[in-house]
């Protein structure tokens, strides 16, 4: 026992060791927040107030709930494959695998990744000649996820235009749709298990008695459901539901997370320990000071302090770079020097606002030879050739998934044209089944071909049926034509490596999930599944619980289609390999690195300008880079460039205001403290500097409006800022400068012997 807590300072001890009741830690990035929830979990299971199974523990990502479970492991002598620790999507997956029936979905219903939900819904609108000009397949998906995100379904919606009346009418035909197909969206998954537990008393109960203990990291992102769903589940807080979050590190709005979640949560929960962290462990003095300074721009924080015994360390470092080519390389060059130096690779991060950063990063990393890997982007499951094999899967799995079949019936080509597609869908709509089930209704030509590729996915199936899953997978690649496809390819190789990922992929997957080596992919639920513990179901039969491991209720194959979509393979491609790590801000959330790069701080990108059009898009930008900030442990570094291409565009940039809102002398400007100007042919300090006016300030502008032949008021426009407007103006001759407001641009100083500026 000593040893779980003589590691905590005294409030974080309190906070371990609070009573059974409901409980608020509320406190900054890096205080500990994760190390005391998972400390007290281990704490309680020790002291003997629960058992591994009686815990309940919600992390963000699949990443975060195995280090959990790594951690708790070497805390104590358990096992901790039957903990239920995960996120919501993770939990609620395993309890819907389990009571299927009840939850009205097929044993192997699959789950649709944002992707393929939004192919699904292209080809409903489709479906009912809807204009996608009015309703645009990316606005009706936005539209059903925030109603699910809300908890509501169609049904108990209410239009208020034609417009709406539509949208909600296509929330409906979709539901309707996935429920024919067999699959489930993410948010379905939660809402699901909502509505399950909501109307299934004795379920509801055995779970609420189950699980005394609920604990919640990131508490601060949760959205209205997951929200409903912690009172639902924890009996309106007759469990104890302890949550950690920071009010500072809120960054998913625009996902539904609602922030006030935390003060409603006091209330609800009647939360009689709001307990505030307010040492840091992880960062040095500079670096938490810049990350202070910056969040203390922001209106409505719940208000907290960080401070730390570290010691100032170094300055935050800051460069800026004259194109994106350069800034890579520059991020390079240090990463070269500090890995010289004996850092280790897996320490050093590279963080950007937007995905499309990493292209450029990624490839002077590749041509420097310097291992690294990527989080989030494009994932290894969601590549098209890796999401094509899973189709054939998932087929095997459960025929009536229509995003599957359309995928690749006709991949690789087999001859199989649009209108025999449109025909099989017509048949489909007409007889009300999927498009599988319609294959023997379709006559002529139509019909063999499509006949043959229900052969090819039956006898693959058949086939396979004692085949544990590696040999199940490879077995599919080859009978798909997949791999003799790209063999053909000019640039297939690479493709061919990632298909052949999959074989390993499987193996890794049977062994980490506990499945046996030589289990059959196709076989229902392991045998010694008996560890849940029987309870009745609504209709009065006999069922056992979602007892963990997922080996209990899924076979082999469902489980690894679930784990392709959910888990999208984090960090697949370099397992075990020392790399750097390159993210977007949003995926770093939670975690720590020696040494942190900021890139792209520049505005419009950071802050993002599609936060100009929110009401607190700028105060949620600054929370982002609160994160970004105070994921650094040693080292800081922020970059900035002049120009980038961005969406095939060359962007010329002002650097991000966050800048002005950092503390000086946390900084060390490796660059002259200027911006290059593009427009002129001189480098000048005065760019961002206000114009100086001698005593006559009236005199100064009179002589600069006559010698220039420009004067204040005036309307200009200029090919890089657009159009601004005068506001003063200094010099005479060729000295001339105006002061000018380019509205979204900024305010500049240009010479105006250089720029090219017209009249309005
Ligand atoms: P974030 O808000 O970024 O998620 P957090 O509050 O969850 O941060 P942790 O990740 O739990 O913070 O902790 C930050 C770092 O500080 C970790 O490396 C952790 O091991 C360390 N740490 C936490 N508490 C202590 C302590 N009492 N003594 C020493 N190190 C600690
Ligand atoms: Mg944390």
Known sequence: MQNLLHNLNNEQLAAVTLPAQSALILAGAGSGKTRVLTTRIAWLIQTGQISPSGVLAVTFTNKAAKEMLA?????????TRGMWIGTFHGLCNRLLRTHYKDAALPQTFQILDTQDQLSAIKRLLKAFNIDDDKFPAKNVMYFINNAKDAGVRAAQMEAFDANERKMIELYELYDEQCQREGVVDFAELLLRTYELLSRNQPLREHYQQRFRHILVDEFQDTNDLQYKWLKLMSGEGASAVFAVGD????????RGANVGNMRAFEKDFRVQNLIKLEQNYRSHGHILDAANILISNNSRRLGKNLRTDAGQGEPVRVYEATSDLQEAQWIIEESK????EGVRRSEIAVLYRSNA????IEHALFSAGIPYTVYGGLRYFQRAEVKHAIAYLQLMDNPHNDSAFLRVVNFPARGIGVR????????????????????????????????????LIEGARFETQQFALPELVRVVLDASGLLAHYAT??????RIENLEQMVNAAKQFVSEEGYGQDAPAHMGPRADAQAGQAIVNADGLEILDADAPLSTVMSPLSAFLSHASLEAGDNQAQAGQDAMQLMTVHSAKGLEFDNVFIAGLEEGLFPHESSAKEDDGVEEERRLMYVAITRARKRLYMVFSQTRMLHGQTRYNVRSRFFDELPEESLKWLSPRVQAQWFGNRKSAWDDAPLTFGADKALTQRVAQKSSGWRIGE????????EGVIVNLEGSGDNCRAQINFGSHGMKVLDLSVAKLEKL
């Open 71 to 79: 951690r708790l492991s070497a805390m104590l002598p358990i096992n």
């Open 247 to 254: 009010d500072d590190q809120s960054i998913y709005a625009f």
């Open 337 to 340: 020097n500090l890995i010289n």
């Open 357 to 360: 950063q990493s292209r450029v």
């Open 420 to 455: 025999t597609i449109e025909l099989l869908q017509n048949a489909a709509t007409q007889y009300g089944i999927s498009l599988y089930a319609a294959v023997p209704y379709m006559t002529g030509k139509a019909g063999t071909s499509l006949g043959s590729f229900v052969k």
């Open 489 to 494: 390819e000019k640039e297939g190789a690479d």
């Open 715 to 722: 309307a200009v426009s200029h090919s890089r800022f657009g």
